[in-house]
């Protein structure tokens, strides 16, 4: 709504909005997920990362449990930054995500489709993925892309690379994949280098940022340890993202579920920012319930949409950018 002369003391909306929690419950549910990682804790795989957490102060023990000051948590938070440019391989195509706006991008990843030739289903080729990168190219509601499917046909050690070579050399957009490993994050990086003209350029102008996911509950695995470090190491971003599932992997109830959620991401947001301050962090979600009939996780479902907006509102809380992914 635009007024036709402003009025003191008028309190505008500022626009269209869903109001999920009040400040109160913000904070309830923020000291709730303090009180986990520092009475709790997670479980931390790398022996590398429980050192960084160790020297930092938190308290680690010999079965791989990390338990987490309140205070360190708190200062990795106010050391992310709360605005991120994405770059593009042309400027024209770079994205800022921060807490006020709203970009979209394609799920992924896909690991059947349907033969455009044969119509018969099979599993995905590096080809499928060449094809379906330029395709969301020329979308332009699609800001950044997501590989869209995996090069299945290709080694499996090898697919997360084999994936950045397809998505690469036939967008201009910004790319996000998950690398598998840290190794292979420098190795993705370096093709991303020459895709921006050097190594000198890619600190400000990165192509790619990484997807890594803890495992629920409560879990930093080796892999998701490597990504968050490597990433924060060389200045890429990296978007953490827990996959919880209410009445699985997480409490049943959708509260107990965000607290899980909120624990994880918080938990690889610290490592990142304990690696590096100022580490590039997306706040990112594909969070749901568990089909209890099947133990599936269900999508296009009001629980899904409900912690869909719970995740927002806790990222935009913290000034972070966030990831939601949907159905």
């Not at 997501?146 to 046909?153: C, I, L, M, P």
């Not at 190795?187 to 997807?211: H, T």
Request: include cysteine.
């Amino acid at each position: 709504m635009t007024l036709r002369k402003a009025s003191a003391g008028f309190k505008s909306s500022g626009g269209f909005s869903l109001n999920v929690f009040t400040p109160d419950e913000f904070d309830a549910v923020h000291r709730a997920t303090l009180e986990v990682l520092e009475e709790v804790g997670v479980f931390v795989q790398k022996e590398e990362a429980r050192q960084i957490f160790k020297e930092a102060g938190a308290r680690v023990y010999d079965d791989g449990l990390v338990k987490i000051p309140p205070y360190l948590v708190e200062e990795a938070i106010r050391s992310a930054p709360s605005s991120l440019t994405l770059a593009g391989r042309d400027k024209k195509r770079d994205v800022v995500v921060d807490g006020g706006r709203v970009n979209f991008t394609n799920f992924g990843e896909g690991i059947c489709i349907i033969d455009s030739d044969s119509g018969e289903l099979r599993s995905t080729a590096k080809n499928d993925l060449i094809v379906l990168t330029r395709l969301l190219d020329h979308l332009d509601i699609i800001s950044v892309i997501e590989r869209a499917v995996g090069s299945q046909d290709k080694p499996a050690p090898m697919q997360a690379i084999h994936n950045y070579e397809a998505m690469v050399n036939n967008t201009e957009k910004h790319c996000f994949l998950g690398p598998e490993n840290g190794h292979n994050v420098e190795i993705i990086l370096k093709m991303a280098a020459e895709a921006v003209g050097g190594p000198e350029a890619l600190p400000d102008r990165c192509p790619v940022s990484f997807i890594t996911c803890p495992v629920s509950p409560l879990r930093l695995v080796e892999d998701c340890c490597e990504i968050i470090m490597t990433a924060a190491r060389n200045n890429a971003a990296v978007c953490i993202l827990s996959m919880a599932m209410a009445g699985g992997s997480s409490p049943v109830n959708l509260a107990g579920t965000l607290v899980n959620h909120n624990s994880e991401i918080l938990a690889g947001l610290t490592l990142a920012q304990l690696t590096r301050r100022g580490a590039k962090v997306i706040y990112g979600s594909s969070s749901t319930a568990m089909y209890l009939r099947n133990a599936s996780a269900v999508v296009g479902t009001p629980e899904l949409g409900m912690i869909n907006a719970a995740v927002a509102a806790m990222a935009r809380y913290y000034l972070l950018p966030s990831w939601v992914a949907g159905g």
